[in-house]
Nanobody, 115 residues
Framework: QVQLVESGGGLVQPGGSLRLSCAASGFTFSTYVMSWYRQAPGKERELVARITSAGGSTNYADSVKGRFTISRDNAKNMVYLQMNSLKPEDTAVYYC????????WGKGTLVTVSS
């Protein structure tokens, strides 16, 4: 049974930091490209960050470059999103995604940036 379980969301003030985690199980994690997406109220889901299967390459949405960092630990089947200098416009539900031949999604974790 494939599972992607996000954690680490919550309420944070502007300028603050959060670290999201995604625990993967039920598939060969090390062969999958892993990504974080987000969906803000009334908006479409968008790609935030992506990391290749071995972790050698990453890419980011322009809106988060220099503030967010994606990483993975293939030994632990985990992917992370370190979010710094958070802004109110980063408020969204953040989803973990695994993609290879198959495409898997987590249920999301809510990040709220507000004073």
């Amino acid at each position: 049974q494939v599972q992607l379980v996000e954690s680490g969301g919550g309420l944070v003030q502007p300028g603050g930091s959060l670290r999201l985690s995604c625990a993967a199980s039920g598939f060969t994690f090390s062969t999958y490209v892993m990504s974080w997406y987000r969906q803000a109220p009334g908006k479409e889901r968008e790609l935030v960050a992506r990391i290749t299967s071995a972790g050698g390459s990453t890419n980011y949405a322009d809106s988060v470059k220099g503030r967010f960092t994606i990483s993975r630990d293939n030994a632990k089947n985990m992917v992370y999103l370190q979010m710094n200098s958070l802004k109110p416009e980063d408020t969204a539900v953040y989803y973990c995604n695994a993609r290879n031949v198959w495409n898997y999604w987590g249920k999301g974790t809510l990040v709220t940036v507000s004073s």
